[in-house]
Every structure is written in structure tokens, then in C-alpha cells.
């Protein structure tokens, strides 16, 4: 079927593509630019860089004349990666491969075009993993789908074999071999320290069928296999062809063969046990091999070339590497003028995912559906084209919209991190996320919720994975006092509350994220359960020493936040959230009928908001009054964490009167929740406009920047902080002169809601523009750590630019906009158009319908189903 496609990369524009691959909360491998297989991230762990030592498709031609070409199913090496101390240290640099490559993309699809005018087939790589909007278990599948479709332009037929190898490096994963403890940090058969090539543990390769291809309901495995007498069979690799669906053993009209990769020699408890899978699908003539040849001096591949060349066919070989690499291969005689699709399936099953930076296991729940990779690849094959129409549909949906290709893409692009090892689910089914993936671990842990609280796509296209983060924040990391850690522990059971800080934006943040879910799904039962959690925290904004102890709708306080540090006194950032949080909180009672509580809330807001403009605006934007405490003993404990200043009475890492890039980030959130602004509408325009004018920068040569560079050179971009009127303080808080996109993307948001369109686009197309292939990886928005949560604040542009609302709980759904729309409200998405209201996947409860100047339309029948249309007349 035909991809939507949104961007194309050429030339230096391949240099860092690296497009995940994989499933919500499964890790991923990435699909380089030019077709390369990097980053293999799937063992419970970051692993940039990382790969096997062997891990690469070739293609074989063979022309009706007899010319036989073969080459590396991949594009041109980057001058980049010419040199080296030994040459070329690019991944499989001495393979041949095509001279021309272009690679378009709308994420999830990747489509790699390669050309060369020595081989007389045109070939296209096409990846993807299944993402589908509203059904969670459809987009979390451990696969990778690498499609060859190999189209002959000649006259004559060509007989085509696309081969597929990969090293069994089980056991490692980017960062350690458990086998020796040594560290490793680059190919997976290279040492990062010295180079050494260590023993490794026996492993396997495995053709899964053959002789047990009917024992039952296993998907190829048996009865027995991976557990007993076949458990890590090591080099006693057995071939055969498995034939296997997933559902329930049966075939379903799919045929799968391929190899299974497992080990004996590492730990079944270990971090880095588990199992991979190649497969292709419906093969013509399929051959595979479980082992190389043990051969020294690099000719181990150099036989593997000379026996895929001769015929493009594999023969088995014995091997007793401790590493093995498998290969699967498939022939077909591809007719004059005709294109053949070889689809291949890269599957992994890791099941001991540990607890943050913590020995205690808390698992995969991906793992618990499935044995091992090869019952994933199986179950997933005859799946495989209704995941793919849904796909597409949703990428075809999303791009006929009249959003600007800009939107579009910081949107769709910045989704991929949910798929990466930023993002994972345990077993039970509950949600977490690391804030972003340093090169090797994870960065900063606990499903922070000071910077969790930026991202807008999971309400809007996973309702179910916002509420689970809810249900964490509120029903396990509020103690009874009402303080919320902001970095939730692991397990829940034992260490929920361990960090025992309170961050004011992520707390507060967290009561406007509650209403948002609660407007957005219509679940009562949600806000009833989490209702009693949720007062208590914001009643813990008024304890003594407390963030509001006065009670008069101004924070004041001690304020942990998303700077790392504390503000002290009244500052927009903080204060922003509050008022958004005590407008959240209003309406949420007032739906509890706590009529006394909603009215505390409504007073701390009107005087709140006022004093806000009167006191902390200077004409220009607002600026923070610093407030120290008399003494270190006037905070309340808890507010506190070690990174700030050290004397609170004489604070140092403050804001003051700089002007801070999303200081209204609480009035940006309130909005797409539903609510009208926290502030004076002018004031809050003439604010955005400012801080445009005096914290964009074109061109960062004159820049000075004391901490992490994100932007340089000639790029465009907008600072976190700038001080136009001076009295920069001798310490700002440490971001101040760095820039980072969920900041900017935030500010987009601020800017399109306020009417300033083309400025939010501008801030938008300024960001994409640094993540274009060449200098960074458009799949990759990194802030501390790759794939950095708080940029999926990108979604938010979509909401605010087509003025879509939605309210679950009474079905009245509304349009800001006129034009083409994408909708989506985390258990539905559709689109709007001249014809009408149509719902694409899930279930939408719709009463009511307004379209910008047009009456509100009626809606007779209130549930809407996949498939279904609301038509206009």
C-alpha cells in the first residue's frame, strides 16, 4: 500500500537520521539514513552507538544474461565515517553498496531509495512499526518491519535474493557483557576498553520448526522449547522452516521463516537474558543459516559474500563461536517491469527491565504476552497488513489536515519517543518515563512530573496512557500530607515515596493535567478515586512554610521547579501554574460538590490573578520578586532539594528580572484545558511578543552559553532567558543562556492561542530546522538526554492552531478554525472536513458540534464508532 510521506533527506542530510523502531514501552532499534541498522536499544537500556558486530541485509542480482551484482541493501557511507585509526569505523564499511540514496519519512514510515546505475534493479527500503492512536496494544509490538521492495525496470526478468544477518550478541547491551563485567560501549563485538574481543557466553541460533513445526499452539516453539533439554542449545543449531500466525497456533495464510536467537550462558534473571527473532515472510525459496564459518583474518564474512554471491542461496555452516551470527535468506525471480516486496520481521523479547537506577526488578509487560520473540514474530505476521492500513490511515489522516508542514512534522516526529527507552510499561500495565535517555542509561528518573508535565500527546492520542500517569502521580506518590513526590520510586509497592520533594510547577502541573484527562475522557470514576489525593495536594500548597502559607493566591514560598533549583518568591513560571491549578481544582470540586472548597479556590484565583498583573508586570513581561526567607527553618520541609541554593536567606540560581522563555507556560496549559486566559489578555500578548524580541536570536556565533550547547553556529533559536532591562543576578538559575525545544515548542503553543500564528510557526520552523539530518536526528529532540519527554509539547501546536476542544463528559466538541482537521481526544481521532465529522478509530461520545461561525449542530445519535461520519447537509 501507498505511504504518506512528509519530509525527504538527501546527501549530508542522512548523516544522524536514526528512526526508532519498535513498540510503546518495548526499546527500539533505529533505521539509519542510509539503511544501516543503529542504536540497538531493545535491552532494557539507552545503547547509543551500540550494534552488533554483524547486522546488515545485501541484496544479489542476477540478470538474464548471467551478470550477477551484490551489494549492502544500503546507501553511501557519510564522509564522516571515512576515517579511522583502522580505517573506516563505520558499521559494515567494507560491504559495496549503492551510490545514491533518499529517504523519506512521515514517523512512523521511512522509505530509503536507493539507486545505482551498476545494478539493474531500482530498490526501496521501507520501515516501520505499527502506531495506531487510542489502541495501546497495537503500537507496542517488539518488531521491526523491514520491507525490500525490489522493482525491475528492464525487459527482462532478474532473479532477486535479499539475505539478513545479525550476531546473537545476547548478553550485552551497550554498556556491559555480563559474561566479564566488562564495559562496552561499541560494536557489540568490540570492546570500548582496549579492544579486546572477550569470551563470550554460548549462544545459539536456532531455526524455529522443522521437525516440531506441529507440537502444538506455540508458534513454532513447541512445548518445550526454550525451557528443559532445548533450553540454550548453544551451537547445536537445528534447521527447519516454522510456519507459524500467532493467533492461537493458527496460520492464517501467513508463512513465516526465519531464525531464533537465545543463549544458555547468561543468567536467566540477568538484565540483558532474552531472545531475538529474524523472520521473512512468505518466502519463495528461503535459506538460512545458524552459524557462520569460524574463520580468522575477517573471512568468516568474506565466505558468507562468496556463498550469498554464487547462487543467492545460504548453506548451513558448523559453528562453536560463542557469538553466532544467523542469516535468512529469500529468491525470487522478480518479472520485466514487475516489484516484489520482501518483507523481513526483526523481533526481541527482554523481559528483566530493573527499577530505575535500582537492583530490584520490576519486568516488561510487553514480555508477558509472549514466551519469547519468535511467538512475538509469529503472533504479529498475520497481523501485519491490517497494523500497516491502520497506520497508514492515521499518518494519511493526520497529514491531509491544513496544519503547516512544520506543525506537522514537530507533532509526528517528536512521537517517536514514546517507542524509545525513555518510555516503558511494567507488568501491570501502569506507565513510566524516564525524562529523557542519556547515551547508556537513563536520564533522571521517576516519571518526573515537572517536565512530564509539558508533553501533550498522550492525552490526545492515548488517553489511557495519560490517566495511568495520573493514577501514579495522585494513588501512589502523594503521601497523606499532600506532598507529591515529583520522582515517583520503583517498585510502587515499596518505594512509591522515596524521593520526598515536592516540585511547586510539577505539583500543580499535575492537578491541571487531572482536570484535562478527567474533561477530555468523561471518567468520573477517575476523578472520583483520585479526587481525595488530589485535594490533598493542593491543600499542601497553604502549610506552614508552605508555597501559599498566606492564602492569598500568590506563591510566595520555597519553589522547587523545572530550573533544578529553587525560585523564592512570586515569579510568572510558578505562578502561572497555580493559577491554572487553582482554576482546576474549582471545577473539580465543585463536580465533587465541595461547593466551600471550589469557592476558596475561585477567591485565591480572582486575587491571585489580579496581583499578578498589577505587581509582577513591567510593561515589557513579568519578572520574579525575590522573597528570601528570614530562615532556613521558615520552609517547609520537603521543598527542598540539593541542588539549589545553599542559604535560602541569600539565595543564589534565581530568576529576578530576566525574561523567562515559558514564564507563562500555566496560562499555555489552562488554555488547551479549556479555560479562558489566567491573565490580562494584553499583558499576556504583549509578554509572548517580548520575549520574541528580546530572546530570539539569529545566529549564536556571539553567544556565550557557560552550560550544554543545543544551538550554535549560524542556527536560530530562543533562549531560556534574557535580561534586556540588566540586574542579571551574579548567579541566574543554571539554563539561563542555553536553549531547549520543549521550552520553545511551549512557547509556539502560547504564541498560536494568542492570535500570533505566524510567530509560533516561525519558533516552530526555527527548531526543525536544526534537526534536519546533518547536524542533529530529526527523531531525536534531545534536552538532558535524547528524546527528551517535554518535547512532545510539539502536539500542543495542533490543538492550539485548529482551536479544537473537546469536554468527554458532555459530548460537546468544538473548532476554533475553519478548514480540513485532524481531531483526536485519547479514546477517538477522525478528521473534519467539507462533508462531515469522521471517526477513524476508537469511540466518541458527541452531543453537540461547533464549527466556527456556524450554529452548534445537534447530534441525535451521541456515540460515534470507528467507521462512522457525522455528515453535514
Not at 545458524?290 to 555452516?317: H, I, P, V
Not at 477517575?526 to 508552605?546: S, V
Not at 520555597?558 to 512570586?570: A, F, I, L, R, S
Amino acid at each position: 500500500m501507498m505511504w504518506p510521506l512528509l519530509r525527504t533527506y538527501t546527501g549530508r542530510q542522512l548523516r544522524r537520521i536514526a528512526l526508532p523502531l519498535g513498540g510503546i514501552g518495548t526499546g527500539t532499534v533505529s533505521f539509519g539514513g542510509r539503511g544501516n541498522l543503529r542504536d540497538w536499544e531493545i535491552v532494557n537500556r539507552p545503547a547509543k552507538g551500540f550494534h552488533p558486530s554483524t547486522a546488515f541485509f545485501a541484496i544479489r542480482t542476477e540478470s538474464a544474461d548471467g551478470t550477477v551484482t551484490t551489494r549492502a541493501a544500503e546507501g553511501p557511507l557519510d564522509l564522516s565515517e571515512y576515517e579511522g585509526a583502522h580505517g573506516s569505523p563505520a558499521q559494515s564499511h567494507g560491504l559495496p553498496r549503492f551510490r545514491e540514496a533518499e529517504f523519506s519519512t512521515a514517523y512512523p514510515f521511512a522509505r530509503l531509495s536507493l539507486r545505482d546505475a551498476d545494478v539493474p534493479v531500482q530498490l526501496a527500503v521501507e520501515a516501520f512499526t505499527p502506531f495506531v492512536p487510542t489502541d495501546i496494544e497495537a503500537s507496542s509490538w517488539p518488531i521491526a518491519v523491514l520491507r525490500y521492495a525490489v522493482t525491475n525496470p528492464t525487459d527482462q526478468p532478474v532473479t532477486v535474493s535479499l539475505a539478513g544477518s545479525i550476531e546473537n550478541f545476547i548478553g550485552r547491551d551497550g554498556t556491559i557483557d555480563v559474561a566479564t563485567g566488562n564495559y562496552n560501549t561499541g560494536a557489540a563485538g568490540e570492546m570500548g576498553r582496549g579492544g579486546l574481543l572477550p569470551k563470550r557466553p554460548v549462544h545459539g541460533a536456532t531455526s524455529p520448526g522443522g521437525a516440531d513445526a506441529e507440537r502444538g499452539t506455540d508458534a513454532g516453539r513447541g512445548a518445550d522449547a526454550g525451557r528443559g533439554a532445548d533450553a540454550g542449545r548453544g551451537t547445536d543449531a537445528w534447521s527447519g522452516a516454522g510456519a507459524r500466525s500467532g493467533a492461537g497456533g493458527e496460520l492464517q495464510g501467513t508463512r513465516v521463516d526465519g531464525v531464533l536467537l537465545q543463549s544458555r550462558g547468561v543468567s536467566p534473571e540477568a538484565e540483558q537474558f532474552g531472545t531475538i527473532a529474524l523472520a521473512v515472510l512468505d518466502g519463495w525459496d528461503v535459506s538460512r543459516r545458524t552459524g557462520w564459518a569460524d574463520r580468522t583474518w575477517g573471512d568468516s564474512l568474506l565466505d558468507f559474500w562468496d556463498d550469498f554471491g554464487a547462487d543467492g542461496r545460504l548453506d548451513e555452516r558448523t559453528s562453536t563461536s560463542d557469538t553466532p551470527v544467523a542469516s535468512v535468506a529469500d529468491r525470487r525471480t522478480v518479472a520485466a517491469g514487475a516489484t516484489e516486496h520482501f518483507t523481513f520481521l526483526l523481533g526481541w523479547h527482554f523481559p528483566n527491565r530493573r527499577a530505575w537506577e535500582k537492583p530490584d526488578l520490576v519486568g516488561n509487560h510487553y514480555t508477558t504476552l509472549v514466551d519469547d520473540a519468535w511467538t512475538a514474530v509469529c503472533r504479529f505476521a498475520p497481523q501485519l497488513d491490517d497494523l500497516e492500513r491502520r497506520t497508514v490511515a492515521f499518518v494519511s489522516d493526520f497529514l491531509a489536515s491544513d496544519l503547516p508542514d512544520q506543525v506537522k512534522e514537530a507533532a509526528l516526529f517528536n512521537l517517536s519517543t514514546l517507542r524509545t527507552q525513555t518510555f516503558f510499561r511494567t507488568p501491570d500495565g501502569r506507565f513510566f518515563g524516564w525524562e529523557g535517555c542519556s547515551d547508556h542509561v537513563g536520564s533522571c528518573f521517576g516519571s518526573c512530573t515537572h517536565v512530564w508535565n509539558y508533553e501533550q500527546a498522550t492525552p490526545y492520542l492515548f488517553g489511557e496512557i495519560a490517566r495511568s500517569l495520573r493514577e501514579v502521580e495522585f494513588a501512589h506518590a502523594t503521601d497523606d500530607q499532600g506532598l507529591m513526590s515529583f520522582r515517583v520510586g520503583l517498585p510502587l509497592e515499596t518505594h512509591a515515596q522515596d524521593w520526598r520533594v515536592a516540585a511547586a510547577d510539577g505539583q500543580l502541573g499535575c492537578l491541571v493535567k487531572l482536570y484535562r484527562d478527567w474533561r477530555l475522557s468523561g471518567d468520573d470514576e477517575l476523578l472520583h478515586n483520585l479526587w481525595p489525593a488530589a485535594r490533598r495536594a493542593l491543600e499542601f500548597c497553604w502549610i506552614e512554610g508552605g508555597w501559599d502559607a498566606d492564602r492569598d493566591g500568590v506563591i510566595e514560598g520555597c519553589q522547587h521547579n523545572t530550573m533544578d533549583v529553587e525560585y523564592y518568591g512570586p515569579n510568572p513560571q510558578m505562578q502561572s501554574w497555580y493559577l491554572a491549578a487553582l482554576r482546576a481544582s474549582e471545577e473539580m470540586a465543585r463536580y465533587q460538590r465541595d461547593d466551600k472548597l471550589a469557592d476558596e479556590c475561585r477567591r485565591l484565583f480572582d486575587h491571585g490573578s489580579a496581583w499578578t498583573d498589577e505587581h509582577l508586570f513591567n510593561g515589557e513581561y513579568y519578572r520574579h520578586e525575590i522573597r528570601p526567607p528570614a530562615s532556613a527553618d521558615d520552609v517547609a520541609p520537603g521543598l527542598r532539594e540539593s541542588m539549589g541554593a545553599d542559604d535560602p536567606t541569600n539565595p543564589v540560581l534565581q530568576l529576578g528580572d530576566g525574561c523567562l522563555v515559558d514564564q507563562l507556560v500555566g496560562q499555555h496549559l489552562a488554555r488547551i484545558a479549556g479555560f479562558d486566559s489566567l491573565l490580562d489578555p494584553e499583558q499576556v500578548r504583549t509578554t509572548l511578543a517580548s520575549i520574541l524580541r528580546h530572546n530570539r536570536l539569529e545566529g549564536f556565533h556571539g553567544h556565550f552559553n557557560h552550560m550544554r550547547s543545543y544551538v550554535l553556529g549560524d542556527e536560530t533559536a530562543v533562549l531560556m532567558c534574557s535580561y534586556p532591562r540588566g540586574n542579571r543576578p551574579e548567579r541566574p538559575f543554571p539554563y539561563f543562556s542555553e536553549v531547549m525545544t520543549g521550552f520553545e515548542h511551549i512557547l509556539a503553543v502560547g504564541l498560536i492561542q494568542e492570535g500570533l500564528v505566524d510567530e509560533g510557526l516561525q519558533v516552530i520552523t526555527d527548531i526543525r530546522a536544526r534537526y534536519d539530518g546533518e547536524r542533529r536526528n530529526p527523531y531525536d529532540e534531545a534536552e538532558c538526554g535524547h528524546h527528551y519527554a517535554r518535547a512532545m509539547a510539539s502536539w500542543g501546536a495542533v490543538v492550539a492552531f485548529t482551536g479544537f476542544d473537546y469536554d468527554g463528559r458532555t459530548g460537546v466538541m468544538r473548532f476554533g478554525a475553519p478548514g480540513t482537521h485532524f481531531w483526536s481526544t485519547g479514546n477517538a481521532f477522525g478528521t473534519l472536513d467539507a462533508n462531515g465529522l469522521h471517526v477513524r478509530e476508537g469511540t466518541l461520545f458527541l452531543t453537540s458540534l461547533s464549527l466556527p461561525g456556524e450554529p452548534p449542530i445537534t447530534v441525535t445519535a451521541d456515540t460515534l464508532t470507528a467507521g462512522s461520519s457525522l455528515p453535514f447537509r
